[in-house]
């Protein structure tokens, strides 16, 4: 398809018919001329009447035409056009997104990838007129985004783009674009540079409207090694002070190369506490555990730290938790408290106990205790009950003592917020311990090994848990399962079969330490750390509902969006873009600090896997309105044959001079050409 820039000069082509009538009425003016001898007329009749004349006239005709035809379309100025919207010969708005994520600040041929995006989104608005308008975007969303630009104003705007934490699809900047390309109701031009990460350039995710053409621009990235550290998490996640930590620390190699001996250092509240290494082979994940101790409760702070060049924001992993001074507890009794418990307990400055009554028991308290027992009750009431469905998620620790007679229906309601676990009947007859679950934390630390000599209790009469597979903790001889535990939505439900008295030999024998365990196995609800961009749920009992939340650091103080559950003390937190490194901050409220909260960067931006020019240009090729233009190109005169499509005047300029030098030449040597034929012949 050709299109015109002048089609009104096209009206000029009735010219051609001037030489064809010149060509077919002759106004030349005979004269006399006077021969002696007839012989010469004939010669002159023959050699005008011959096919050779008249194919000379014939071809300088042609000649005549094509000068004209060539001159015409000269200044009808022809072009083929980009596609269908550069016919349309509207003047176009130009959207420009530069992706500044981390991975560009590795180097490319012509620099730092960055800065060489920076420069081609200059060259791209200068090969444009003054009177386009534009659009930028970058992975840092900002308030102008949706503004229409002028060539100074986002020239000055690209000048500020700085590499950021955000990691954005280009499916998601594709939406903005339809926005304005809908705002325009014209053609939008859409220029993506970028260094092609196949994490977040989804190209092929795309359906491109037919009013945009987008066009990639990719710079490749050289860099071809890098490890992150991609996580980390306890073993156990209960947080005892004094008390040995093994955390587990993931660290990934995204090179082709073996990475060996790299050392690793773990800081808890800027303190170095532990140093190890690992080795990773090449595309692949190793684990190393590091153990440490902290004297410290409250908030704990902690980072772990590799040296990896030349991408460094991968390098730095931080997470926070927080250990109890003491663990609140509350023993809801019928009759009266357990004194086996009450023993254990006593005198131990890791626990706070509050014995209650169930009679008198204020259930909006709950959630002020981590650890809430019901000691031998013969009823659970239904409001008890409910009271511990709303401390879902809270990450509080159940331990039901059932005593030697029970309302089974009562208690198996209470199961029911945690499974299918239930209370069928009552077995009379003598049961000794068979099986521990040895992998479980509660015992590991008072079981050594198995020995084929091991004494078990015996426990004299117990209740029948059906529905208990691998929930199991203690196993009874004949089958049926003396402790089980079973957890939900952050919440854990520990079980005893029996009430726990003095015929019960389980009260009184070396497994009863477990106990000490079960009430330290309180869950860690809020994560060690989140990723920044993200919003985030934590459980925060000690909020007052009516005040701002706050999180801050040596550096920042922000007002996050936020929505409290005074029910459940959830949080949900959004601090929208406010943070944008990675670090330990705190959650204040009036200047009390209620918890710590880590951000790190997002890691897809640590796998180097990038699309070539061929692989992006196999995915542009199923749609007209995408192309690709490598680094090496023209840049300038390949965004104006986009603009404006590709120009022909130029061949139409040589076409018509071909033409009249045709004209000339025929005219010119024609007959001396026929007559040295003639001569050889």
Not at 223 to 251: A, M, P
Not at 288 to 315: C, F, H, M, R, W
């Amino acid at each position: 398809m050709i299109a015109f820039k002048n089609p009104e000069y096209l009206f000029f082509l009735f010219a051609i018919a001037i030489p064809i009538i010149i060509h077919l009425f002759s106004f030349r003016r005979y004269k006399k001329v006077y021969f002696h001898n007839l012989q010469f007329i004939r010669e002159i009749q023959i050699e005008q009447n011959s096919t050779k004349s008249k194919l000379k006239e014939l071809l300088i005709l042609a000649a005549r035409i094509a000068t004209i035809l060539f001159l015409v379309l000269t200044f009808a100025q022809p072009y083929i056009p980009y596609n269908k919207k550069t016919a349309n010969n509207s003047k176009p708005t130009v959207a420009i997104y530069i992706d500044n994520s981390f991975s560009t600040q590795a180097e490319s041929s012509l620099g730092v990838i960055l800065n060489v995006e920076k420069e081609k989104a200059r060259e791209i608005i200068d090969a444009y007129s003054n009177e386009t308008s534009f659009y930028l975007f970058s992975n840092t969303a900002k308030s102008t985004d949706l503004r229409e630009k002028t060539k100074d104003e986002i020239k000055k705007e690209i000048q500020e783009i700085h590499w950021s934490p955000n990691t954005t699809l280009l499916s998601d900047i594709y939406k903005k674009i339809q926005t304005c390309a809908n705002q325009q109701n014209q053609s939008l031009r859409w220029h993506i540079i970028t260094d092609a990460q196949k994490s977040t350039c989804d190209i092929a995710e795309i359906t491109i409207d037919s009013n945009v053409v987008i066009t990639i621009h990719p710079i490749e990235n050289l860099s071809k090694t890098n490890l992150s550290i991609d996580s980390c998490y306890f073993e156990n996640l209960q947080h005892i002070s004094g008390e040995t930590e093994n955390l587990t620390v993931r660290i990934s190699n995204h090179s082709d190369d073996i990475a060996a001996n790299i050392p690793i250092k773990l800081f808890i509240n800027d303190t170095v506490k532990a140093i190890g290494t690992t080795s990773v082979k090449a595309h692949s994940t190793n684990t190393v555990t590091l153990q440490y101790k902290t004297a410290q409760t409250g908030i704990i702070s902690g980072y772990l730290q590799i040296e990896d060049y030349p991408i460094l924001y991968d390098n730095t992993y931080y997470f926070s938790y927080y250990i109890e001074k003491q663990v609140p507890i509350i023993d809801i009794y019928e009759k009266i408290p357990n004194k086996y418990i009450a023993a254990l307990c006593k005198d131990k400055p890791t626990f706070s106990i509050q014995e209650q009554d169930v009679r008198a028991i204020d259930y909006s308290q709950l959630r002020s205790y981590s650890v809430i027992i019901l000691d031998e009750l013969q009823t659970i009431p239904s409001g008890l009950v409910d009271a511990i469905a709303k401390l879902n998620g809270m990450g509080k620790t159940i331990i039901c003592i059932p005593s030697n007679d029970v309302n089974q229906n009562s208690y198996n309601n209470l199961f029911k917020l945690f499974g299918n676990q239930t209370i069928t009947g009552k077995d009379t007859s003598a049961a000794k311990i068979a099986e521990i679950d040895r992998k479980s934390s509660i015992f590991s630390s008072i079981l050594d090994k198995k020995e084929n000599n091991t004494i078990y209790p015996e426990i004299s009469q117990h209740y029948v848990l059906t529905n208990t597979q691998n929930n199991a903790l203690i196993t009874l001889h004949n089958g049926h399962a003396y402790l089980t535990q079973l957890a939900r939505k952050n919440n854990t439900l520990f079980t005893f079969a029996s009430a726990m008295t003095s015929k019960n030999a389980f009260a009184t024998s070396p497994l009863f330490m477990s106990f000490y365990n079960i009430l330290l196995a309180t869950s860690a609800v809020n994560g060690l750390q989140h990723t920044i961009g993200n919003s985030c749920e934590l459980c925060l009992p000690n909020l007052q509902n009516d005040e701002a939340l706050h999180i801050t650091n040596k550096e920042l103080d922000i007002i996050p969006q936020f929505r409290i559950d005074m029910q459940t003390a959830k949080v949900l937190i959004n601090p929208m873009q406010q943070i944008t490194k990675d670090g330990n901050y705190f959650i204040t409220q009036k200047g009390t600090t209620i918890n710590g909260i880590s951000y790190n960067y997002d890691r897809s931006e640590s796998q180097l896997q990038f699309y070539t020019n061929d692989e992006l240009q196999d995915i542009l090729s199923l749609n007209e309105n995408a192309n690709l233009i490598s680094q090496e190109t023209n840049l300038s005169a390949a965004i104006q044959e986009q603009a404006e499509g590709k120009n022909l005047w130029r061949i139409m300029l040589v076409c018509t001079i071909i033409s009249i030098l045709l004209e000339i030449a025929l005219i010119l040597f024609y007959d001396k050409i026929i007559q040295n034929k003639r001569k050889e012949n």
